[in-house]
């Protein structure tokens, strides 16, 4: 997803906030493995893509990561030998041995998925957020070469989109057809794609890198243009994140927020591990929240 | 007494061989530019003129590498031992594409980045910026992402990047090239500005000789990595012309080549002269194409509409037959529809609404690959057609997906005068070169219908004049040829019939004449001179026209 500037409160938050949010929700989700924790985290994200108008655009990808959830849903449960409640029992395979389908197994392949989904949904959040030209210039105080490769990083990905679609077609103009033969031949023909890609993509950094070093990039220290200002709004996200990340942490080293996927599974809806959740998921909201808030009261507008 | 100008840039004897090339890029260049001075650099496609750009610019032999030879002074001081930072801070340079340039997303970002590089203050930076956007108008574009502005903005924002570093030279290297008519217009009406309100000295290379050679103060022509000519505008081109070149504006090249010993630069002093020998006696122009009767119809359009995935309509109710065996020119603004037209023609895009019939069948039914041996597409890049080690590869490697005989390898060969190229890397070659191999690639199959997507973009004159003598050798071997263009003279040149798009609907249709006749926007340099006065419309008509009064006023 590339970000368009849509003149929204959440797109005017500090990077520090947005890249705090994002930053804290991946972490919670790598950290916890409890199915309601991940849940909640992928629900916080998708209020933030609801205010960002960009839950539709963000569909589509969670559309092409589909066929890794599916995997993941059908390799796990077919391969993991662990679980006890067995729903399944298939036949005997050499390498492998006999094919059980354990509701352990399926549940714990459903944990990861929504873990998948939820680090995704916290990356969508990002690239509709924040304008990448002020992640360059928070970091290109102190490392100006690294901001812009990353920069342009970002600047290349469409460019090499609208190339594929271009090479494509000149190439479906000489008579390659990129949907007959065998699965070799298609990749063959793909392959042209992808040697043509290279080169208009080398051509293109060239060209790029001559333009920056004409308008002196490199000649010596930066200084930079714009500057962040920090708000009241930032403050509120920075704490929130603080508050659900500590809350998740300890739940997690407590134990409160680790789940028993194996030898049976635990049950789901537990008090000690409901009460941290009660923190988490509002601290998270916050963005959501105030962008709300923000369309409603005037009030607010003026405070934040 | 006159005041003495002051040489602001002074190359003396500048040599110059990339690295890994075969011949010297630039061979004993001498060359002054003034303080405040307009110079325009022409000549053919690897003649040397970005290479003089960009050795002006300071990026010879700092970034490409290469072997040097020679002084290159700016301002009393050698660009060599200049820091990278006084370098940015003395020459600015524009490029051809403003895609390739631009690195931020959005314009006031854009514009700041080489201010950032250069380390100003924050205030100082917040002052150029206000300042630039201001002066060329792109003031209320400043928080617009780039991806959002048109060919002809984004170019604006580059040099708005360029003056903002505040150069003493301006060098810009066919900045107009990759822009529709009514961009490089504005575009280069920009640059007089700068020049004649700022004083900014401008290095302008460019081939559209028509709408910049009256701008300059002196024109240089490079040929070889030389300079050919050297001088004012009017006695550079009595110079090209005496050499038989054709790096001249039409109106100057119509009245060099009917005799006229000071030919004028632009269309209103052409016109002065016409009206004074309107009254002589002459004979009547044919006209391009006229007296050729109606063509049996190889493909129609019936009513299309199409409307891109997150984008406009690009056709609406769209309804057209293409005339075989003749050469017809497609015109049209940004936007129109023309490249969707002949997508719809190459079966690449199929219609929302409506028919689109080629050679008796409906596109919809066929598979657009199976399609590309009677039906050649070219789009406007010919880079994207090739990636092959060598041309000879890339015109074997069509000969397979086509299916067709090895000969026709040859036979295009020998058809396009391609032989010397043989084993050159296609991606090595001029825009020209890389144009023709890619047409090449494409007439292996044998095609009846030729679709070419402004095939003149970024080709000097010579190359135009050999790309429309080839289009003209094709439809002589039968070939229907429908070429895409805003280039308005080279269809007046080449084509027969021409068929005019406006809001993806089919505005006028007809033959050439008849298109063109009255038209203001649509019309060639030619025709504009000669609207009121007589229908002409080509180079050559107008030449005949003209010998025939002169001859008549000098025998009074």
Known sequence: MIYREKGLFLQTLHPAATCAFTGGVVLLALVINHPLYLAALLVVCLAALAGLHA????????????????????????????????????????????????????GFACGMALRLLAVLAAFLVYSAALNPDRVFNLFAGRAPRAAVIFLLALRVYPALLRDYARIREAQTARGVDFDAGSVVSRLASRMLVARGMLATSLERALEIAESMYARGFGSGPRTVYFTESWRPRDGLVLAGVLVAVTAGLLASL????????????????????LVPLGVLIPALLTPALLQWGWNRWLWLRSKI | M???SLALVEIENLN?????????????????????EFLLVIGPSGGGKSSLGRAL??????????????????????????????????????????EKQLIATTVEREVAFGLENLGLGRAEMRRRVAEVLDFLGLGHLRDSPVHTLSGGQQQKVCLAAALAMR?????????????DPGGAEDFLHTLRRLNEELGTTIVLIEHRLERCFHLADRVVLLDGGKVLLDGPPAAVARGAVARGLPFVPAVTG??????????????????????????????????????????????????????????????????????GGRLVAVFGANGAGKSTLLKHLAGLLRPNRGTVTVLGRDTRAQNPARMARRVAFLAQNPGDYLFGDTVAGELKFSRRRL?????????????LGLDRLRDANPRDLSVGERQLVALGALLVGGPEILLLDEPTRGLDPAWKQRLGRTLKDLQAQGKTVVVATHDIDFAAEWAEEAVVLSGGRVAGNGALPEVLEGALYYNSQVGRMFAGIAPVYTVPDAVRWLEARHRAAAAR
Do not use: M
Not at chain 1, 80 to 100: I, M, Q
Not at chain 2, 67 to 75: N, P, S
Not at chain 2, 403 to 415: C, I, K, T, Y
């Open chain 2, 2 to 4: 006159g005041v003495e």
């Open chain 1, 254 to 273: 407590s134990g409160r927020a680790v789940y028993n996927y194996y030898p049976v599974l635990d049950p789901v809806f537990r008090w000690e591990a």
């Open chain 2, 403 to 415: 299916g067709v005989q090895p000969g026709a390898v040859e036979a295009v060969f020998r058809l």
């Open chain 2, 57 to 98: 610019a300071g990026l010879l032999p700092r970034f490409h590498g290469g072997f040097f030879g020679g002084r290159l002074r700016c301002a009393g001081r050698d660009l060599g031992a200049l820091q990278p930072r006084e370098l940015a801070r003395t020459v600015g340079i524009v490029f051809q594409d403003p």
């Open chain 2, 16 to 36: 110059y061989r990339y690295p890994g090339g075969r011949g010297p890029a630039l061979s004993g260049i001498n060359l002054r530019v003034d303080e405040g």
């Open chain 2, 254 to 323: 119509v009245f060099a080549r009917a005799g006229f010993a000071e030919p004028p630069l632009t269309v209103r002093d052409g016109r002065r002269l016409l009206r004074a020998l309107e009254s002589a006696p002459g004979v009547s122009p044919g006209g391009a194409g006229a007296g050729s009767g109606p063509a049996a119809p190889v493909a129609a359009v019936k009513k299309v509409w199409y409307v891109y995935p997150d984008g406009p309509e690009a056709l609406r109710d769209c309804s057209w037959q293409v005339p």
């Open chain 1, 55 to 106: 839950l539709r655009s963000g569909a589509g990808l969670f559309l092409f990561c589909l066929p890794v959830v599916v995997l993941l849903l059908l390799i796990n449960p077919l391969v993991a030998p662990h679980g006890t409640t067995v729903l399944w029992r298939g036949p005997f395979l050499p390498g492998l041995g006999s094919l059980t389908v354990s509701l352990e197994a399926v």
């Open chain 2, 167 to 179: 150069p003493r030279v301006l060098v810009l290297d066919e900045p107009t090239s990759q822009l």
